[in-house]
T-cell receptor
Framework: EAEVAQSPRYKITEKSQAVAFWCDPI?????LYWYRQILGQGPELLVQFQDESVVDDSQLPKDRFSAERLKGVDSTLKIQPAELGDSAMYLC?????????????FGPGTRLTVT | GQQVMQIPQYQHVQEGEDFTTYCNSS?????IQWYKQRPGGHPVFLIQ?????EVKKQKRLTFQFGEAKKNSSLHITATQTTDVGTYFC???????????FGSGTRLLVRP
């Protein structure tokens, strides 16, 4: 069964450093999402792509976060500089949108710890 | 902004007991999705409800969409230890195919 791939699975970084996460969605899924999940809370959307275009980045802290999906396939989320409050799980999801459903398939996530 | 509220936050049951989690929205939802996240895992899609008053079943899980399409529920009959996890509802956001997730209900099952 096809899965969403993410790397790294865990990342520890010092504050003020740069960090990057990678996501490879399920083949053929045009819609890609990056979420941040704080322990005990639901996933919060950071950015949504349709192919290579950003559809929604209203919750992305643009002063420090950036995301790209240059060829409309895999995607990178970057934080520079990292802050203590960025410690969280970063989840990538992809979706094959049809008339009936747009269920999202999540990757295993990257757990970020900022020290 | 749009919010999807879930209650309860936690539920601790004895194996074999039933469990229900509720999801409420202040606005009418075109659809609602449910996800399950096992401890240490990632959210996994369970089901999507679209029609007013819709009821769908998956083995011991029963999902319902309210008549006014502002609320939904997930009921598990005779819980098992494999049901442990956090159950999230998610409603449409303000852009195409965006989801707003509730805060989740964490289910713990005593064997």
């Amino acid at each position: 069964e096809a899965e969403v791939a993410q790397s790294p699975r865990y990342k520890i970084t010092e504050k003020s450093q740069a960090v990057a996460f990678w996501c490879d969605p399920i083949s053929g899924h045009a819609t890609l999402y990056w979420y941040r999940q704080i322990l005990g809370q639901g996933p919060e959307l950071l950015v949504q792509f349709q192919d290579e275009s950003v559809v929604d980045d209203s919750q992305l802290p643009k002063d420090r976060f950036s995301a790209e999906r240059l060829k409309g396939v895999d995607s990178t989320l970057k934080i520079q500089p990292a802050e203590l409050g960025d410690s969280a799980m970063y989840l990538c999801a992809s979706s094959l949108v049809t008339q009936e459903t747009y269920e999202q398939y999540f990757g295993p996530g990257t757990r970020l710890t900022v020290t | 902004g749009q919010q999807v509220m879930q209650i309860p936050q936690y539920q601790h049951v004895q194996e074999g007991e039933d469990f229900t989690t509720y999801c409420n929205s202040s606005t009418t939802l075109s659809n609602i999705q449910w996800y399950k996240q096992r401890p240490g895992g990632h959210p996994v899609f369970l089901i999507q409800l679209v029609k007013s008053g819709e009821v769908k079943k998956q083995k011991r899980l029963t999902f319902q969409f309210g008549e006014a399409k502002k609320n939904s529920s997930l009921h598990i009959t005779a819980t098992q230890t494999t049901d442990v996890g956090t159950y999230f509802c998610a409603g449409p956001g303000d852009s195409s195919y965006k989801l707003i997730f509730g805060s989740g209900t964490r289910l713990l099952v005593r064997p």
